[in-house]
């Protein structure tokens, strides 16, 4: 994983956080915190197996093959065990890394070439995959962590970014007369640690540095798709699960004016 800072989570997306919606709003604080959000994965080799085991059970996984241009040539096997094994032993650190690195290599032969994901390539990546990534974060942390759990926060929100970051955490209110939000600096401040203090849907990160594109993807991709009793659910409860994009509505709380700030978002 990259060292490199990360002072802004999207390094070109600056209208995320400049959107106001009249006198509700956020003020999102400059920072001066050296930080990135989700950085590159270290490279490792990939095993040539797929499988993994509960403490009771074993699974195995098989990769879909692909057809675009995007993605690898010929069919790959992909061992899951490294995160298996990371997330049984609570290292959420290096489980969120070993995340990453598997959505690198699922997403093809580009994408390792790059180093990231570009977020055109998440549709690539099979529903089996995915799911088998977000089945081991949600086995190992009560069902607190994973990309189904951070889906149904983020449609819960109404597809809306800033009210998502703070609701999982990834920004911090700070302590002045003004209500202010500033991103967390990457890592110290995020949590690695599983408790009852731990937001939910905190982990796994998801690169964020060139925009929310691609975080959006994998929250809308097909492998999360809310099951119609979800769905049935959240209108019972007078929820919107997200299935149309409704844009950047910003915060809103008709107790508190608050003011936006653009932030500093070079480095």
């Not at 197996?49 to 098989?62: C, G, Q």
């Not at 990834?170 to 110290?188: C, G, I, S």
């Not at 492998?223 to 019972?236: D, G, I, N, S, V």
């Amino acid at each position: 994983m990259a060292t490199n800072s990360f002072q802004s989570v999207y390094h070109n997306h600056h209208s995320l956080l400049n959107h106001h919606h009249h006198n509700h709003h956020i003020e999102i604080a400059p920072s001066t915190l050296s930080s990135t959000l989700f950085l590159k994965p270290t490279t490792t080799n990939t095993p040539n197996t797929i499988s993994t085991s509960s403490l009771s059970s074993t699974k195995t996984f098989s990769i879909s093959p692909t057809t675009s241009l995007s993605t690898p040539s010929s069919t790959q096997a992909i061992s899951f065990d490294l995160l298996q094994q990371h997330l049984s032993t609570q290292n959420f650190r290096e489980a969120d890394e070993e995340t990453r690195r598997l959505l690198i290599v699922l997403a093809g032969e580009q994408a390792q070439k790059r180093g990231y994901v570009f977020f055109s390539e998440a549709q690539f990546i099979s529903e089996a995959d995915l799911k088998a990534i977000d089945d081991l974060w949600r086995q190992h942390s009560n069902n607190k962590f994973g990309y189904s759990v951070q889906r149904k926060i983020y449609g819960k929100v109404s597809n809306d970014f800033t009210k998502f970051f703070i609701k999982v955490g990834w920004m911090k209110k700070l302590d002045t007369e003004v209500e202010q939000y500033n991103y967390r600096a990457f890592p110290n401040e995020f949590i690695w640690e599983l408790n009852e203090d731990t937001p939910e849907g905190h982990l796994p990160l998801t690169n964020a540095l060139r925009g929310t594109q691609l975080l959006k993807s994998i929250l809308e991709h097909p492998a999360f798709k809310p099951t119609e009793e979800e769905l049935l659910q959240a209108k019972a409860a007078g929820e919107d699960m997200g299935n149309g994009v409704t844009g950047l509505k910003g915060f809103m709380d008709g107790s508190k004016s608050k003011r936006v700030l653009k932030s500093d978002y070079s480095f």
